[in-house]
């Protein structure tokens, strides 16, 4: 799930959000004992310096988000109590962990400053500002 990428200029960006995208991790229980599910986001083919690559990007990352916390992939295990909750943590989890500014903004753009704070998220000067 971790692992070291050697990369630079715009593709260190690319790493660090494909490395963030594998963190998503959905909490659940396998015959008493602790599961995390994990699923990984490909960022191939989006350009993260354009608003369309990193809206996609968000896009991705949300349907990903989703998908760990609930059932369509996890058989055998038993469910999520909150999905939403667990979709809305990992997604913040992810959007957190990639430290993109572009990100952080599409993600204020649908969630309160309040959610994001008790999210861990930190408003960008720029969103600030505005």
């Known amino acids: 799930m971790y692992s070291n990428l050697t990369v630079s200029g715009v593709y260190s960006v690319l790493g660090t959000a494909v ?71 990992a997604l913040a989890e992810a959007i957190l962990s990639a430290n993109m500014t572009r990100l952080t903004q599409i993600y204020l753009e649908t969630h309160t400053l309040r959610e994001a704070s008790a999210r861990g998220i930190g408003v960008p000067l720029q969103v600030a500002a505005r």
């Open 19 to 89: 490395i963030a995208c594998t963190l998503f991790a959905g909490n659940v229980l396998a015959d008493g004992h602790p599961v995390t599910v994990a699923l990984k986001v490909s960022t191939r083919g989006l350009d993260l310096e354009t608003s369309a690559g990193a809206h996609e990007l968000y896009s991705r990352l949300k349907k990903a988000a989703w998908s760990v916390c609930n059932d369509t992939l996890r058989v055998g295990l038993e469910p999520t109590p909150d999905p939403n909750g667990c979709s809305e943590k």
